[in-house]
């Protein structure tokens, strides 16, 4: 059989397994990828966290993917030519279709400031407007819908809910994460195929009850 071929199977039949979107409750029409092809490099993702979801859920967060990719692929310390490549990418889109987004996330004069003297003058971002948080909400709360279809085997009922939390890894190195976010987590899980590894662009680890009814 052909790779288009399969890959049409599999599709239809992870549809017809999965006939709700995992997010709303609307039929599911497409194959949704959490965490999405735009966060590696070169966008090159192996199979793996490949979802059933309606048209609107899948293709209506676009712009959010752009801005977690963005921040996310910014924040990576070692940057190849393919990563500064795609960031340049990344950047043209942000400015065709976010421009007052671009222009929210210049850093102020106090933060420069602070990035010289406790991050060795390494380039940051104002992730702290009301843009960018929107953007990573909706973006953060899909993953962990995701992610939960994934770790118990089912959506989040309509009865169920989410709270999502994100930090930057400013907040990380200068102890701003409460301690206890990390705690009693299993063993961090990533995307792989054959020898294909991404355990270096995504992970996630989590901890889940017993009846699958509460996880983090
Ligand atoms: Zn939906």
Redesign the pocket.
Known sequence: MGEAKRKKRLRAQLLEDNPV?I??T?SSETVEHMPPVIMFTRRQRPKGLEFA??E??NGGTKHADLVAAYIGRSMMQASGEAETEDLLAILQALRNNLPDLLLEMRPSPDQLTIAERELAGQKVLNVGGPLAAGFMRQFAIKLTFALYREISGRAVPESGGVLARWFSNYEARTGRVPPDVFQNLLPPRSLRQGTFDVSDQFAYSFEISPDGDFAR
Do not use: I, K, M, Q
């Open positions: 979107c997010y709303c609307a979801s309606c609107a859920c």
